[in-house]
């Protein structure tokens, strides 16, 4: 079986030589992560150490979203994976295990819907109800979920004292925790709640309290956007999920290349709580997008194009 990254860590470094090839692997990648050019010299010697390693079990081992030290895992695998993050859409190999299939997904949605709905599922798409406000009930109902929702809710709508913002970085924490902690047939019923009108969008669109985790008073660039998540371990690794998970493909009758929708909207609720936050745009509409913009992108508008149109038209999504 494979191996998680943690476990693979502590048996190469006790041994002698693959002690060595992790060190200088760990240079090269703290390299890549500050943007610092490596000489050609450094460049082969990174290159070598990675070929070194091609027989251990760093090479195939993954981590898991709600592990316990998943940034310490994740920067094992990043370390190791280091020449992957060269250039754009070059994330393609995610550092998490597959998630649950599509089928198992949607036996439990159906129990959490009839759950919500109180007896027949047909309830729902009726104009007497808000689903929004009926998944908010269920998870009301549940004492982890009720605690951890409430807890990023709180951080989110705090002002902090020295500005006229929240705390950004504890409130994306906060949801990140709500997300990898509570079951997800909660989680997904909350998020993507079928609507019918705008106060039950409205209620979806703030699921995520957006003036804090999701917009700033002015938008990024989308570059600028890019080049911080990929500094950080749970971004970047988010990321390259989202991109293996719902990589479009035109040929494909569904538009994945995957050809599984369950494991692409974990992958989106993945990208919640990071740099990268995606969310919905207006309360009448399920477009999602990312709180960035691609003026003043010069010559790489295409590239910056490239990144909002994961989000706003991924047919896979």
Known sequence: PRSDCLAAEQQ??????????????????????????????????????????????????????????????????????????????????????????????KTHYNEVAALVSGKDCSRLAGDATNPCLEASHVCNLSRKCFRLRTDYASICTKE??????????????GLRNFFERVPEDFTKR????????ELCGERRRKTIVPDCSFQ???????????????????????????Q??????DMSPDGCSQHNHAACLQAYMGMIGTPMT?????????????????????????????ILGMFESNKCL
């Not at 999602?288 to 194009?305: A, H, I, P, R, Y």
């Open 12 to 105: 190469c470094l006790s041994d002698s030589t693959c002690n060595a090839t992790y060190r200088t692997l760990e240079n090269c990648a703290l390299a890549k992560t500050h943007f610092l050019p490596l000489d050609h010299d450094s460049r082969v010697r990174c290159l070598n150490a990675e070929l070194d390693l091609r027989n251990s079990s760093l090479l195939h081992c993954k981590c898991h979203r709600r592990m316990k030290r998943q940034e310490h895992c994740l920067r094992v695998f990043w370390t190791v994976h280091s020449s992957m993050t060269d250039g754009y859409f070059n994330l393609e190999t995610s550092p998490y295990e597959n998630p649950a299939n599509e089928e198992q997904w």
């Open 216 to 242: 700033s008073n002015t938008k990024p660039n989308c570059l600028g956007l890019l080049d911080s998540c990929l500094e950080d371990h749970i971004c970047k690794s988010r990321l390259a999920d989202f």
């Open 160 to 173: 902090a004292e020295s500005e006229d913002m929240c705390d950004r970085r504890k409130c994306r924490r």
């Open 244 to 249: 293996q998970n719902c990589q479009p493909a």
């Open 190 to 197: 909350i998020l993507f709640c079928p609507c019918q009108d």
């Open 278 to 306: 995606p969310n919905y745009v207006s309360n009448s509409s399920v477009k999602v997008s990312l709180w960035c913009t691609c003026e003043s992108s010069g010559n790489q508008k295409e590239k910056c194009d490239q």
